[in-house]
């Protein structure tokens, strides 16, 4: 069912994310959309499929309503120096950035400079596959959405949330770029390092037929783009930093107990992380 949105929308980025957000613009809303890519097969393939109304060029910039940043954190804030002058007023601006303190800092300050209004944001949605091809109108379906409003009005963040759950999300969580920098560090970061420092171990390469669902739950997010998970975890060093050497110390702690053959230690341990993850409802 098409949501009463009508919006003039553009997306900077075709990939995973915005050429998925593309497709839900076109499945469940009357917006028209705009698209901006550096790959002209990317923009041919986005029109052919009716993701997108029109490729852009950067004076139709000018004409837009809501302008989505689906590309890397230093390119985001990189288009908007460039093409700043060119969003009107009227036009929200807002990314889809994984690290919020540093992009939402220079970003808001450019909005300061050029009159537009911005809100942060993060989509909590993905897949291994990345690009145009393995986008799909239906990636959002259910998933969190987060605003960091940055100094926003009331109504462009009541803006963002409409445009949202019109996307699919199943709900829209507002909090801080600091919050969100820590807990994205928790949550997405550290299982993303975790995994690639899992795979590196020499028994990696020996392990079909020897595991299950242990191993392809650890290790699926292994599948990483090592260029965009660099900038992000590099952009939250801080957060990230702290929260590995957590994660080092509790792993020391098994280590240490599994060395000393002490089973009672052990199996505080196990039994602590199987009360925080029962007391979660999970």
Known sequence: MREDLSLRVGIVGLGLIGGSMAKAFHEYTNCTVTGFDSDPAVLEAAAACGAIDAAGAPDDLSRLDLLILAIYPQAAVDFVRENGARIPRSCLVTDTCGIKTAVCAQLSA??????????????MAGREKVGFPASEASLFRGASF???????????VALLERTAESLGFGRCVVTTPEKHDRMIA????VPHA?????????????????????????SRVANINETLWTELFLSNAGPLAAELDT????????????RDGDADRLSSLLRQGRLVKESLGE
Do not use: K, M, W
């Open 186 to 189: 928790f949550t997405s970061q």
């Open 146 to 156: 987060l605003i960091t409003p940055c100094g926003a009005s009331e109504e462009d």
């Open 194 to 218: 975790l995994a690639c420092a899992y795979v590196l171990s020499p028994q990696c390469p020996d392990h079909r037929g020897f595991s299950a669902g242990s191993y392809r739950d650890v």
């Open 110 to 123: 450019l909005a300061r400079e050029f009159g537009f209004r911005f809100v942060g944001s993060h989509p």
């Open 247 to 258: 994660l080092i110390q509790n792993l020391s702690a098994v280590r240490d107990a599994v």
